[in-house]
């Protein structure tokens, strides 16, 4: 990536930032809109962006926005792009909420601010604005950051430095995309947060838990502590069958090699050849198994 390129995705979220104003609730005061050539167009010239990260629209919450929007008609303004070949038609880069609610409030005439980005980038400050102000639950979020990662070919780091989170926050997100299917429709629905969904990676049976969640009504930290005690669990059983797997003169011989070192020796044994695993736990240790080992 370029210094150009560099300088110009660090400065994108400032750049949002100056077209809608500090981010905060979907009504607040903006400033200098019309230093910046805010207009009014009729509401049907605007279309959604279909790579808006957001998918989910609360009925509750338009409903409580449209009636504010009809009491004080749209205060901060749509960001939108033009559509090439289309004189009267806009995708909306940042504010489809209010242009949704708007609708619903009957407004005839919204009011937009027309800023030229490529794909790339209109998906960028969409991220950015939906993942400012927290309107994206956690699968929308890291299926935003999916489409930067695989379809413009950003890093994790540069994601990260766009959205103002870090690398480990990008890389985590994006882990939630391997849940089952099952388990992303609590998420979708508002039924399992972040903190849950995080806890249940990794987990043999994610599925199982996140049912048990949802019906017992779990916090995180109970989660957390089911996840250990399953990973535990798990473990434990894999060394069970491991060991059960292993013929009897397999058994006898890492018996008699651990009693000879006075160390746990495991013995890995495929066809004719395998490995064998010594376990020291310092330094001494080590410097007896050599001393053994060379001396024959």
Known sequence: MSMAEETHRSRLGRGLASLIGDVGSDNEPAQQHHARGQRRVPIEFLKANPRNPRRHFSDVELGELAGSIRERGIIQPIVVRTVRGASDSFEIIAGERRWRAAQRAGLHEVPIIVHEASDAEALELAIIENVQRTDLNALEEAMGYQALTDEYKYSQD???KIVGKSRSHV?????????PEAVKAYINVGKLTAGHARALIGLPDPEAVAHEIVARDLNVRAVEQIAQERAAAA???????????????????????????GLAVTIDARGEGGTVQIKYSDLDQLDEVIRRLEQG
Not at 248 to 258: C, G, I, Y
């Open 158 to 160: 540069e994601v990260g």
């Open 171 to 179: 890389a985590n997100t994006l882990r939630l995309l391997k849940l």
């Open 235 to 261: 473990g434990k059983a894999k060394k069970k069958r491991e060991r059960a797997a292993k013929d009897v003169d397999t058994l006898a011989v890492e018996k008699r090699l651990s009693d000879a070192l």
